[in-house]
């Protein structure tokens, strides 16, 4: 069974940062083809993909609502992704998950990914 544990969520104010965590426990970062990257899910509605990193291509990638403030790390060493946030808004808000999978893409339905962490709270509030 696939292992990711993500964390680093919390409360910030609008305009604040915080940067989410992913260690990747079954997964080679330096090894393996994945597509490897950060989904959200706020109340109420589906989950969508924010950043993603293609290891064979080491390409990144971002949705138009965070490009420029969002920014996609890797860590081989560590075996780990991050995900930095800067100037959060309001809308970012929602629980954020680390997902992964060897037949995925970075953009693909969130049904392609099979391996997912527990998810971490982001809330933007004054």
């Known amino acids: 069974q696939a292992q990711l544990v993500d964390s680093g969520g919390g409360l910030v104010q609008p305009g604040g940062s915080l940067r989410l965590s992913c260690v990747a426990e079954?997964?080679?970062?330096?090894?393996?083809?994945?597509?490897i990257g950060w989904f959200r899910q706020a109340p109420g509605r589906g989950r969508e993909q924010v950043a993603c990193i293609n290891t064979s291509e080491n390409s990144y990638w971002y949705a138009d609502s965070v490009k420029g403030r969002f920014t996609i790390s890797r860590d081989d060493a560590a075996n780990s992704v991050y995900l930095q946030m800067n100037n959060l808004k309001s809308e970012d808000t929602a629980v954020y998950y680390c997902a992964a999978d060897y037949d995925a893409w970075c953009g693909a339905p969130v049904a392609k990914y099979d391996a997912w962490g527990q998810g971490t709270q982001v809330t933007v509030s004054s």
């Open positions: 079954t997964f080679s970062l330096s090894r393996d083809y994945i597509a």
